[in-house]
Every structure is written in C-alpha cells, then in structure tokens.
C-alpha cells in the first residue's frame, strides 16, 4: 500500500502524499454480451464471469422450461453489483428466449440486446450445443440426430456469427467466442455427428478471422472437455464416466469455472493478438 514519503529537494523537504484511490475501471466495463445457452452449464459460467468483468449480459435461454433458470442468473449478476440499474433505469443483465438455430430468432436476440442497452453488441459468446448422449457409431447414428445435432452446433454457430459479423461497425471491434469440443482434436469413435458439427464450428471461426480483416474484431474458439454438465452427464454410464476420469491426468472432471476466465481473457482487449485460434481447456485430457 502507497503510504507518505518524505523527498529532500535542496534545503526543502516535499511531503508526497499518495493520490485518493479511484475505482479502476472494469476489464469489459459497459461492454455489451450475448452469452447463447447461458441459462445452465458452461454457458451460464460464462456469464457471471463476463458479468464480474464488468459486461451488461444477454442471457440467452431456449425453451419455456429455462426461463426461471435464465432469470436466476440474471439476478445473480445483477445482485452482485454496487448498482444494477444502468443510467436509464434498465437492468445490467436481461434474459432474452431465442432459439439461435433460426434466423428470425438470431434477428430479435440481438435487437433486443442492442435495444435494451442502447449500444451495439461487442461480445458473442456461442454456447448453446447439444449432444448425442447415446455415442452412437457412424452407422447407428439416425439422419435425424445428425441433422439435429448440425442445426443446433454448426448452423446456430454461423447465424450468430453472421448476424455479429453484418452488424459490426468496421474499426468498432468486438469478440466473437465460440465453444468448440476437445473432442476434435481425441477423435474418439462413437461421436462423429457431435465432433464433426464441432469441428466444423472450429473452421468457420478460423474463416470468420480472416473475413473480419480491418474491423478490430477477434473470433477464437475455447475447446473444453470433459466438463461437468448436464449434457456431459446425459445418457452416460456410470463405468463411460469413471473411464473418462481415470483417463484425465487430473483424475477428475473440469468444472464450469475452469473454462469462464479463458473466455474472459478472450473478451478483453488485453488479448487482441489471439485471433482465429482454438484454444483446448481439458486438463491434458487431449
Ligand atoms: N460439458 C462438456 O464436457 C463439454 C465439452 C466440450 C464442449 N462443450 C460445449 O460447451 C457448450 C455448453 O455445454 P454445456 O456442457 O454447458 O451444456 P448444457 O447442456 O449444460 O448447456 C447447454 C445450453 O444450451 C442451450 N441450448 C441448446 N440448444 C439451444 C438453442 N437452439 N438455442 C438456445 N439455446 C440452446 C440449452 O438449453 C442449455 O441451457 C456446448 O456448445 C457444448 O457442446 C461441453
């Protein structure tokens, strides 16, 4: 801590006293969030970290059935803060129900966000995914599930980018951060559909990268796994689950925490030269 000092300039003696702390401003201070799927789960890490950062925050839910769980975190980061009203009386966190696999959806998402804030959104965070808790082969995958599993992954994952990407003004920047899987880089058989949507999201963000030249805007991809969530949890024996742990050099699953400050870090400005990478969040799991 800063405390007085005494200085000898010529015969006088200066007394420098240290200047009255101000409160620093925030890493993401203002910075308007969509956070896809964040009414549970990683999703919903990543917004109260976001939040703690200093980000106003969309928590984006699906279905009827989530709404109670999308307002719980709203509350959460909006009790966190000193004030939880912005200037003009309009909370620091809202929750908006979208299904961002369809376009009209993706649309009024980010209206509303852009609306209730009065600025344009400077941080994407594509969360929401599915699964297939079965791991079926190749062969015993439906072409019902694999279409599925594209329309939420994959398809959700370039409206979100599309729609960031027609709306940013060039030289504004912002950060797009899609969630990809570690599972892309294990290529473990019996997930194809899930690991191909995934790796399909990752090439697009490498793309997305390029497209974006001149507008300050970064895309990177976070690639986690195995993570303890409802959709790792999902369909899983009990002996798939003690596999994988016995596996991970930490003898255990991550935690939702574990993943959020990467995607913090990603959010700032502090990472600008980190552009059109994923980066794997598995404790050496892959
Ligand atoms: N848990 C893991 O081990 C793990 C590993 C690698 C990658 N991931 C990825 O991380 C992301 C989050 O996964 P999670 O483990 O937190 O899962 P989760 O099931 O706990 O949460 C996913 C959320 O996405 C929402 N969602 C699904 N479809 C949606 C849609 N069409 N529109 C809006 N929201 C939708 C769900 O309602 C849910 O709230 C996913 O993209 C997943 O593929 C998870």
Redesign the pocket.
């Known amino acids: 801590m800063a405390s007085e000092s005494e200085t000898s300039v010529g015969n006088q003696i200066q007394i420098q006293r240290p200047s009255p702390s101000l409160p620093q401003p925030q890493p993401l201070q203002d910075r308007v969030a969509i956070v896809?799927?964040?009414?549970?789960?990683?999703?919903?890490?990543i917004a109260l970290h976001l939040g703690s950062l200093g980000a106003k925050l969309v928590i984006?839910?699906?279905?009827s059935?989530?709404t109670h769980?999308?307002e719980l975190v709203a509350s959460q980061i909006n009790n966190s803060l000193s004030s939880s009203l912005n200037n003009n009386n309009t909370p620091r966190a809202i929750t908006v129900r979208?299904?961002?696999?369809?376009p009209t959806?993706v649309k009024s998402l980010f209206n509303k966000a852009e609306e209730a804030f009065n600025s344009p959104v400077y941080i994407l965070v594509?969360?929401?995914?599915?699964?297939d808790s079965k791991y079926p082969t190749i062969a015993n995958t439906s072409l019902e599930d694999f279409d599925n599993i594209f329309?939420?992954?994959a398809r959700?994952a370039f409206l979100c980018c599309k729609e960031a990407a027609n709306r940013v003004k060039r030289g504004g920047g912002g950060r797009i951060i899609?969630?990809?899987?570690?599972?892309v880089g294990a290529l473990k058989p019996g997930a194809a559909a899930?690991t191909a949507s995934?790796a399909a999201?990752e090439t697009m963000t490498k793309i997305l990268a390029k497209e974006l030249k001149g507008t300050r805007i970064t895309a990177n991809c976070?690639?986690?796994?195995?993570?303890?969530?409802?959709?790792?949890f999902?369909g899983k024996s009990e002996e798939y689950v003690k596999r994988v742990i016995e596996e991970s050099p930490f003898g255990r699953?991550?935690e939702?925490e574990e993943?959020a400050p990467l995607v913090g870090f990603l959010a700032t400005d502090a990472s600008e030269w980190v552009n059109g990478q994923v980066i794997r969040v598995?404790g050496g799991y892959v």
Do not use: C, W
Not at 60 to 63: E, G, I, L
Not at 126 to 131: E, L, R
Not at 178 to 183: E, H
């Open positions: 896809t799927g964040s009414a549970r789960g990683i999703g919903q890490a984006n839910h699906t279905s059935n989530s769980e999308a979208a299904d961002v696999s369809d959806q594509n969360s929401a995914g599915i699964n329309s939420v992954n959700r899609l969630l990809s899987t570690s599972l899930y995934k999201v976070v690639a986690p796994g195995p993570i303890a969530t409802e959709l790792f999902t699953l991550g939702t993943v598995n």
